[in-house]
């Protein structure tokens, strides 16, 4: 097995466990990785944390046996890791990753589809595609252009330098830099408190980012959607639980998932 999950607690946490590759991921790999969301999806975890064991989170596609003359990159893509991405982007509660070392193709694309992607000071991250006559996939181009623009994204294609974690936080792309050998504290810290959080309010606001995102509402249809979501919030065992511990002065309970 060359990815890991074990779930304490209602939180989920899935390693990639093949440092020797840095975490490089073929077809079988990706299936483990889809199965294991899966298996947390149905243990109904509050929280879950993604994570790469070694000195890399994610390398990209494991293409140390691909041929490239017989290669279908267009079906690895389309039929392997776009539903997994897909199935990350929706799994029903908070999603963490760690990123760590190299961050690079697929392992870009699971970030891309995390919630919230904490990332140590010695993470590298762009596109060094070119000098395999390949280009960015695993939805890094939308990402960049999106946070870098045109011009940037175009100047790392084209020389495949990559971004240090300081400098990709710093221009937006992800959360948090920490320093590497704090990182798994940090992050867990963190994860253990949205796990023990109203995870109905963030669907909601997970739900509400995504509009914004994909669907580019604006702000009167985003409000009016804001004005539903709070709506149906308030009809919850944990909007009452929230409000009942605030009024009370202690801290709430919230037990929904």
């Known amino acids: 097995m060359t990815v890991r999950i074990e779930i304490a607690n209602r939180i989920a946490e899935i390693v990639l466990d093949d440092p020797a590759k840095l975490n ?4 079988r790999a990706i299936g483990e990785l889809s199965a294991a969301f899966t298996e947390a999806e149905n243990a109904g ?10 000195r890399a989170f ?42 760590t070392g190299a961050c690079l193709g697929v392992g870009l694309g699971l970030l891309v589809a995390t919630d919230v ?6 993470a590298r991250i762009g596109s060094p595609f070119a000098n395999l006559g390949a280009t960015l996939d695993s939805g890094g181009h939308a990402l960049f252009v999106e946070r870098l623009g045109a011009h940037r994204t175009l100047d790392l294609i084209y020389t495949g330098e990559l971004m240090s974690g300081a400098e990709a936080v710093a221009l937006g792309l992800f959360s948090r830099v920490v320093p590497a050998d704090e990182l798994l504290d940090f992050t867990w810290t963190r994860v253990r408190k949205v796990a023990s959080g109203a995870t109905r309010a963030y669907l ?8 914004l995102r994909d669907d580019r509402v604006g702000l009167w249809e985003s409000l009016t959607e804001e004005n539903i979501a709070q709506g149906d919030l308030c009809l919850t065992d944990d909007y009452r639980e929230g409000f009942a511990a605030f009024q009370e002065k202690r801290t709430p309970v919230f037990r929904q998932s």
């Open 24 to 27: 490089a991921l073929d077809v």
């Open 45 to 54: 975890v509050r929280a879950l944390l993604l994570r790469g064991e070694g």
């Open 58 to 99: 994610c390398a990209g596609r494991d293409i140390s046996k691909v041929d490239p003359a017989n290669d279908d990159a267009r079906g690895y893509l389309d039929e392997v890791v776009t539903p997994l991405l897909h199935q990350i982007a929706d799994f029903p509660a908070p999603t963490f990753a760690m990123a």
């Open 117 to 122: 992607v904490y990332v140590a000071d010695n």
């Open 204 to 211: 909601a606001s997970k739900q509400l980012v995504r509009r």
